[in-house]
């Protein structure tokens, strides 16, 4: 009973597809001191101090980890005072290594963030794309409010991982697979082994820094964040008290299948629309079905009830006659991007398709950096091409045929040939869809789990999907019990770029309340970070549909199905 013991994100705003760790701002250094007790700095903090001199080049006993590895080590531990939230924040800065089983796989390295003033709690953070790097321990959670602290500035112990493997520093962020080579450096990204291997070394050194465990452990985490905060729920359902997952790509071998599948469309000739396309599909979108959830506000609240035809643009004699129409080679290519995929074989995970993007009700292909880039996929792939093509360029090299100089575009998902075997067997590691959370919800576990229904780069339709196979397992009452699941109309993957709805809430006192207080979310709101407007934050399948009054108020707003 491990609850009633004593331990019980942007290229713009965030880091990364939720974790590029670009950290911003200079730290200054402090020299360690040895622990002391001080009064509180703060109403409700702890009194404690980080024992940081003690932690330097401390060794990490492999016995600690429950999975294998060869014991770990401290490579630094330093006293730093940072801003956060707009406050001044000291902590212990502690950087360390897990040395893997295969002396030839890379070694997890892991950050651990240890504030003065604890408050008791420990936050571990996600990754996002294929990692490499440590994400930002200064960061606030996914789609986290603008106005509230961000984890450390709550006295939180903060600490996460590379995922056990380094990115290339000439690699695009985040887009460097080439670990994948590997087989421990493969199952410590994509099964999710350096989260328990990092969550186990990271404990510890939160033990001797304080002298205590925590009170409660949460995880948070987006896109492949958001996949890794679903894997701890499944795998390790004791090992922490709340989860929040954002825009996860929980089945991740599915979705990098259809990647595959549209970068064999989008590069064909003439299908890729370029970027005055793209502006004029998402344009006439948003002007098509703005007004159907009951006022303009660019801004699709219920996609479901969007059903744009692309053929409305068609070019008259059907090949590419400028910027004011779409061509019938791109027209096949938005609608592929906009329509389920399906495979017609068999793979070990059982999946058996992927649902397709909403850039036929409200997402945008421009998001820069994450979304479908400038030029069309090719070989070698252009930096300039999509997220996604670059993404699945590296899975081919390096997950799928582990030969850097493959070309991509030769292996054709719907007719894999001799890689199916391969295929099939990587959906057991990187799809990680195990609906079954009764262990998770009895060992007191909640979960919040979020998606923008304008995501162009993880599907929400996909997150969907998963949290109905939940309440297919569970039960809608034993669902409801310990889970929430909010689509938020108009907001993006992670608020990159510009999106209509900037979407925010503050998620992590809903999730404090809950674990700790029993009080489940009772109608939240989100704000809109970049245009200064208010939602109610609608349990899925319930989107805001306007009734009267300020437009720029969630009081306006009513939860309807």
Not at 172 to 199: I, M, Q, V
Not at 303 to 310: E, K, L, V
Not at 497 to 508: E, Q
Request: some cysteine; proline content about 9%; overall charge positive.
């Amino acid at each position: 009973m491990r609850r009633t013991e004593a331990r019980g994100t942007t290229i713009r705003r965030l880091a990364g597809p939720a974790a590029l760790a670009l950290v911003a701002g200079a730290l200054h250094v402090l020299a360690p001191g040895p622990a002391t007790a001080t009064t509180s700095s703060g109403a409700g903090y702890s009194a404690t101090v980080p024992r940081c001199a003690g932690l330097a080049r401390m060794e990490i006993p492999a016995s600690v980890m429950s999975l294998p590895t060869r014991g770990g080590r401290v490579t630094s531990a330093a006293v730093r005072t940072s801003v956060v939230s707009g406050e001044t924040v000291t902590y212990c800065q502690v950087d360390a290594a897990l040395s893997p089983v295969d002396p030839a796989a890379p070694e997890v390295r892991m950050r651990v963030d240890l504030p003065y003033d604890w408050n008791r709690k420990a936050m571990m953070f996600g990754g996002g794309g294929y990692s490499g790097t440590v994400p930002d321990l200064t960061a606030n959670v996914p789609f986290g409010p603008t106005d509230r602290p961000a984890p450390l500035a709550r006295r939180y112990a903060t600490f996460a991982s590379d995922s056990g493997h380094q990115q290339s520093p000439t690699a695009p962020p985040s887009l460097d697979g080439s670990f994948g080579l590997n087989d421990e450096a493969l199952h410590n990204f994509a099964a999710g082994d350096a989260l328990k291997k990092t969550h186990d070394a990271s404990l510890f050194l939160i033990r001797h820094a304080y002298g205590t465990k925590p009170a409660k452990v949460y995880f948070a985490g987006g896109s492949t964040g958001g996949r890794e905060a679903l894997v701890v729920a499944q795998r390790w359902p004791e090992a922490f008290d709340g989860v929040i997952s954002a825009y996860p790509a929980w089945n991740n071998l599915s979705e990098v299948l259809y990647l595959g599948h549209l970068t064999q469309v989008l590069s064909r000739p003439g299908a890729f629309p370029g970027p005055d396309k793209q502006t004029l599909l998402y344009d006439s979108v948003i002007k098509a079905c703005d007004h159907r959830d009951g006022i303009r506000d660019k801004v699709i609240s219920n996609p479901r009830g969007c059903r744009f035809d692309p053929h409305v643009l068609r070019c008259p004699t059907g090949a590419d006659d400028g910027p004011s129409c779409l061509s019938d080679a791109q027209i096949r290519s938005v609608t592929a991007m906009s329509t389920p995929f399906r495979w017609p074989y068999r793979i070990a995970s059982g999946e058996t398709g992927y649902p397709g993007f909403p850039f036929l009700s409200g997402a945008d292909m421009r998001t820069p950096f994450l979304g479908f880039g400038t030029t069309a996929p090719a070989h070698p792939m252009p930096v300039t091409s999509g997220y996604g093509m670059q993404y699945w360029d590296q899975w081919v090299k390096y997950f799928l045929t582990r030969d850097p100089h493959h070309n991509s575009l030769d292996v054709d998902p719907r007719r894999p040939g001799k890689w199916l075997g391969r295929i099939s067997h990587l959906s057991t590691v990187q799809d990680r869809n195990d609906a079954d959370l009764r262990p998770f919800a009895r060992a007191g576990g909640k979960l919040i789990l979020l998606h923008g229904a304008a995501d162009e780069l993880v599907s929400h339709r996909s997150t969907s999907d998963y949290y109905e196979r939940v309440r297919d397992v569970l039960g809608p009452r034993s669902t409801h019990a310990f889970m929430r699941y909010y689509v938020l109309p108009g907001a993006n993957h992670a608020n990159v770029g510009a999106p209509a709805f900037a979407g925010t809430s503050d998620s992590l006192t809903a999730l404090e309340r809950w674990a700790e207080k029993g009080q489940p979310p009772t109608r939240p709101v989100m704000t809109d970070a970049l245009h200064e407007r208010t939602r109610p934050l609608c349990t899925y399948p319930a989107w805001p549909r306007y009734r009267t009054g300020d437009p720029d108020s969630a009081a306006s707003f009513t939860c309807v199905r």
